[in-house]
């Protein structure tokens, strides 16, 4: 891939005859065309006769043992960001006696799967990698790569000597509490009994694929497989491009999202043909990748990556701040909504919201202009031309996506919001063409809005052995989003009733520092059992419903296309604003969090010996 398709958005504002009215209206057309009864169920669930989708293609072999059935003091789920500053946070905490159970064959979770060509974290890294400092080590650019966060993934295992009773290979399949023993059993896909005095789940926040629900899906006779098990064996190459073997191959792509728009350019680059099946244009902005300056990082004081971390999430917050650290695609609208807010209060009537809704409409229409910029053919540029909000859809970041429609054996099928309409046994088939292929790429990302224990692979039994997803079929109901009466000793991982935050290890950096906290107390008090009161849980369930649906698409707003930000245009639902992060944003999530430690009285949970 080369650097010189780069171009830097213009920051003309608006044009003198830019028309507000005309535009919102454009961004309800396309919203309404998109929206469906199914919301999430227009998804197909990846198991039984899709179940191969979720085979590891990255172990040669198997790794062959006994079944387990010993105790240990904390069993973490998950070996990804989440487990490993779990890991992390437990060790300084003290705890010796840990175990992670991760069904990949090594730490990374997402980055463990996803080896994609072109995979690339899309938050900076230098506040993307958890424990920078604590670890002592520097990312080699803005924007690492795949190859380099899963390399650091197994760092971070060394250096908390996290692989020391780790289980690889290993997928829980059920979670049970013994009330008599006070112990959790966690029991696996290898035959596992394990128990656990306490248990933590970092299940991932897309860990699970899920694939489009296009009538005849399974009648296709080609190859399919999806990005996140990307199958090099079929496509040859690695994840920094020359998949040399679809040179002689028609291959198509379904799906836009922030995994279509890195892997793209690299299947253009060699396939025979590419198409592109497009529901809804992504906002593609600059992606600037540089090398790390030795000089700047040798500068940085401690404390500086929760600094930093902190910087960004009040910027992508909408919170002013006097400087803005990352100062890329994710900042650039707030540093839009400030000038403009300045400009307000200069003219004496500072309007929030219209000056809000101007300064998206600016950001918005330099990310369209920019697909003319990069891209030949007017029409195809137009399909190309996202009209929503935004941050109504997770933005990304790249250079060379939209230039890959330049190319002779690359063609985008817009489908008009409508998705692929058919798939027989040579291609897909849209608005009544027939594009025949050799092979199915399906970039369709993984689920969010499913039930918790469908996500996560397990349900997990509670007292009386009733489940967590019959308690939590009328709405979630926890505490801080962490834990909820009646699983005693378990602890969650995620956003919901928690907080969203652009930069999901931020918000494990607080999650776990909270969890290991209320751990330690634990252990320090010697409790058999840490459980959250009925009182506390109910008040702040109500406190997530009063805040309104924590937006997670916040900045996005109404007039939003549908997506996962916002549970496929579904958000308003009963059970989705109750299941919503904290309305109040991740800045106050976390200071609750904080105040409620150092107050230190542990209100609203109940230690028992
Ligand atoms: P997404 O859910 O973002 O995208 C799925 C894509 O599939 C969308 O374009 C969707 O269209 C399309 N699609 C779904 N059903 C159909 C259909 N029936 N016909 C045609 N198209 C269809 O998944 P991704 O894997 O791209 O990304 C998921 C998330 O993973 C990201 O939002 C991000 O949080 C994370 N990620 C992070 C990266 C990073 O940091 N570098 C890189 C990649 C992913 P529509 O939009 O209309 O629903």
């Not at 924007?143 to 993934?153: G, V």
């Not at 692989?163 to 290979?169: H, I, N, R, S, T």
Request: hydrophobic letters at 35%; one cysteine or more.
């Amino acid at each position: 891939m080369t650097a010189s398709t780069e171009k830097s958005n213009t920051g003309q504002g608006l044009p003198d005859n830019f028309d507000p009215e005309a535009m919102r209206a454009r961004y309800s057309e396309e919203r309404e065309k998109r929206l469906r009864p199914d919301g999430n169920e227009q998804y197909i669930e990846v198991k039984d006769d899709f179940a191969h989708y979720l085979d590891d293609p990255y172990v040669d072999t198997p790794v062959k043992r006994e079944p387990l059935e010993d105790e240990v003091e904390v069993v973490v789920i998950g070996g990804g960001f989440g487990g490993l500053q779990m890991g992390a946070r437990l060790r300084q905490a003290g705890v010796k006696d840990l175990r992670i159970i991760e069904k990949g064959g090594d730490f990374g979770g997402t980055w463990y799967w996803n080896r994609y060509p072109g995979a690339q974290c899309d938050v900076e890294s230098y506040i993307y990698l958890p424990l920078l400092e604590e670890v002592g080590y520097m990312p080699k650019e803005k924007y690492s790569f795949a190859k380099e966060i899963l390399e650091y993934s197994r760092k971070l295992g060394e250096h908390f000597d996290l692989y020391e009773g780790a289980l690889f290979q290993t997928e829980v399949t059920d979670l049970r509490w013994d009330e008599d023993s006070g112990r959790w059993i966690v029991s696996t896909d290898r035959g596992d009994a394990l128990r656990a005095r306490f248990v933590t789940m970092a299940n991932g926040p897309l860990n699970r694929p899920k694939l489009p629900g296009i009538p005849g899906i399974q009648n296709f006779k080609g190859h399919t497989f999806h990005t996140s098990r990307w199958d090099y064996e079929y496509t040859g190459g690695g994840p920094l491009g020359g998949l040399d073997r679809l040179h002689d191959k028609r291959v198509a792509v379904i799906g836009t999202g922030a995994t279509g728009i890195q892997c793209v350019p690299f299947v253009g680059e060699t396939a025979k043909q590419l198409y592109v099946f497009q529901r809804t244009p992504s906002t593609v902005d600059v992606r600037g990748n540089q090398p790390t300056d030795p000089e700047w990082a040798a500068a940085l004081k401690p404390g500086w990556q929760k600094h930093r971390m902190e910087n960004f999430n009040g910027l992508v917050s909408g919170v002013p701040q006097t400087q803005d650290l990352v100062d890329d695609g994710w900042t650039d609208l707030v540093g839009k909504m400030i000038r403009r807010f300045r400009e307000a209060v200069q003219d004496g009537s500072p309007d929030v919201p219209a000056i809000l809704e101007m300064a998206n409409f600016e950001k918005m229409t330099e990310i369209r202009d920019r697909v003319d910029e990069l891209v030949e053919d007017p029409d195809v540029a137009e399909k190309l031309k996202p009209y929503y909000r935004m941050f109504c859809k997770r933005p990304t970041f790249n250079d060379d996506f939209l230039p890959t429609f330049n190319r002779p054996n690359v063609e985008l099928v817009d489908t008009d919001g409508q998705g692929v309409d058919r798939i027989t046994e040579k291609g897909l088939v849209v608005k009544g063409v027939e594009y025949e292929v050799d092979c199915i790429i399906f970039a369709t990302g993984f689920e969010v809005g499913t039930s918790y224990a469908r996500r996560a692979g397990y349900e997990i039994h509670g007292r009386d052995g009733r489940t967590l997803m019959e308690k939590w079929e009328e709405g979630m109901s926890s505490l801080h989003g962490m834990q909820s009466q009646n699983f005693p000793n378990c602890f969650i991982m995620h956003m919901f009733q928690a907080a969203f935050t652009a930069n999901y290890p931020h918000l494990l950096e607080e999650l776990t520092t909270h969890i290991a906290y209320i751990l330690g107390e634990a252990i320090k008090r010697d409790a058999k059992v840490v459980e959250v009161s009925q009182d506390a849980e109910a008040a702040w369930v109500k406190t997530i419903v009063e805040k309104g649906a924590g937006a997670m698409g916040a900045l996005g707003g109404p007039e939003c296309t549908p997506g996962y930000y916002n549970n496929e245009g579904q958000d308003r639902e009963p059970t989705a604003v109750q299941s919503a992060p904290y309305g109040g944003g991740s800045i106050e999530y976390f200071k609750l969090l904080e105040a409620w430690r150092k107050e230190g009285q542990l209100a609203g949970i109940e230690f028992s010996s």
